[in-house]
């Protein structure tokens, strides 16, 4: 308990050092927004110290076709909607928003250490993650919006890479802050404080049909079809291949189902919107099916499982083989736990605690 209570007051010192550098940074960044009919896209890029791709990211989400707009002439001679480009210029603004973050990265620091120490050390710990899920999609998601999320700590490092975000330092800090937040336990920011994650397993809760038709996804296809999606997002942003994509490059295919927009709807792509109710019905039946088959941030959290501090453990002197733990695993992670057919690259262990609380002799550890 002690190494965990260091652990954890180191954790939030170096999120508040952190987040509040990143403040710093980004007021720096965007100030004021300056826009003119008059200027053209490059020189309201320079004046809003934004990259001009970011602003033709913006306006491409509708028409993909807009990437090839002219950089060097009067935004009023481009024919394109003036306020389309105003919306764009605001969003990216409205993105920024150094005090927002800055909250939201430490209360996410205080929040997971609260878990850690508090909610994980209770034997039953199913009613407690019903409060505190409802609670994650509230605090982190309804009140604090979508963003900053893990999922686009990642997208936008990648789009950095491409040129399409213009702010190194503070997208680096907000990944390694994520990651921090995952090193805590097997997936630690995922399973208890993102707002999207929260949201999908308070569905998953509703005991539709008495949970009859709840499915385990076998973990090679859900593996398999995230990675399909990485890859098909690596090479349409920079359009690797250019013949294999069919000329498509600065495509951010994550955007057009980033369902985390729901905690910000006007800014849902139309495609995300369309398939929503899909979400929401098959989240009903399977454990977090944007996690699983979609996030790239995941992906990331799966490898970074191998390395966390905290992990389910099996006690073997005390165990009686009864399988109860593996049954209640919403995934495969806990069959291949008891199994140990291998140690490392296990299926997605979402720190859930069901399994802890499932066995009969308490030989299951968080340790
Ligand atoms: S995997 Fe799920 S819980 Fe983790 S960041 Fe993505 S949406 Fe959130
Ligand atoms: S029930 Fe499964 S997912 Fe949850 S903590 Fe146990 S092994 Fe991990
Ligand atoms: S529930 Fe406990 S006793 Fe039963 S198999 Fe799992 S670890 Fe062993």
Not at 154 to 174: R, T, Y
Not at 219 to 238: E, G, K, Q
């Amino acid at each position: 308990m002690k190494k965990t209570l260091i652990f954890c007051g180191a954790l939030i010192l170096v999120t508040v050092g952190l987040s509040v550098y990143m403040k710093w940074e980004e007021n720096g960044y965007k100030s004021d927004m300056q826009f003119s009919q008059e200027l053209s896209l490059k020189d309201l890029a320079v004046k809003n110290n934004v990259p001009v791709k970011e602003i033709l990211h913006g306006l491409s989400h509708k028409d993909h076709k807009l990437w090839d707009l002219p950089r060097n002439i009067p935004i009023k001679s481009l024919g394109v909607n003036i306020d389309e480009v105003r919306h764009a210029l605001e969003h990216i603004k409205e993105e920024s928003n150094p005090l927002r973050d800055v909250l939201k990265y430490i209360l996410w620091s205080i929040w997971l250490s609260f878990i850690l120490i508090v909610v994980l050390q209770q034997k039953r710990i199913k009613k407690i993650r019903i409060i505190t899920l409802l609670f994650s999609v509230f605090l982190f998601g309804v009140i604090l919006g979508a963003t900053p999320n893990p999922m686009e700590s990642i997208v936008k490092l990648f789009k950095l890479f491409n040129g399409m975000e213009g702010d190194p330092k503070v997208l680096a800090m907000s990944f390694l802050l994520f990651t921090l937040f995952s090193l805590i336990g097997s997936k630690f920011i995922c399973s208890w404080g993102c707002q999207l994650g929260a949201l999908q397993e308070s569905i998953f809760n509703i005991p539709i049909f008495k949970k009859k038709y709840a499915f385990k996804m076998p973990f090679f296809i859900s593996l398999s079809v995230r990675l399909v999606l990485f890859t098909a997002f690596i090479f349409l942003l920079f359009g690797i291949g250019y013949r294999v994509v069919h000329g498509i490059k600065n495509f951010v295919i994550y955007h057009h189902v980033n369902y985390f927009k729901i905690f910000n709807l006007h800014d849902l792509a139309t495609i995300a919107l369309y398939t929503l109710p899909i979400l929401f019905v098959v989240s009903l039946f399977i454990y977090r099916p944007f996690c699983q088959f979609i996030c790239p941030f995941g992906l990331y959290s799966w490898l970074l499982e191998n390395i966390a501090f905290k992990k389910i453990k099996i006690i073997e002197d005390k165990c009686i083989k009864c399988t109860k733990c593996v049954e209640a695993c919403p995934t495969q992670a806990m069959k291949e736990i008891y199994e140990k057919k291998r140690k490392h690259f296990l299926p997605d262990c979402w720190s859930c605690g069901a399994c802890m609380e499932a066995c009969p002799t308490d030989a299951i550890e968080y340790r």
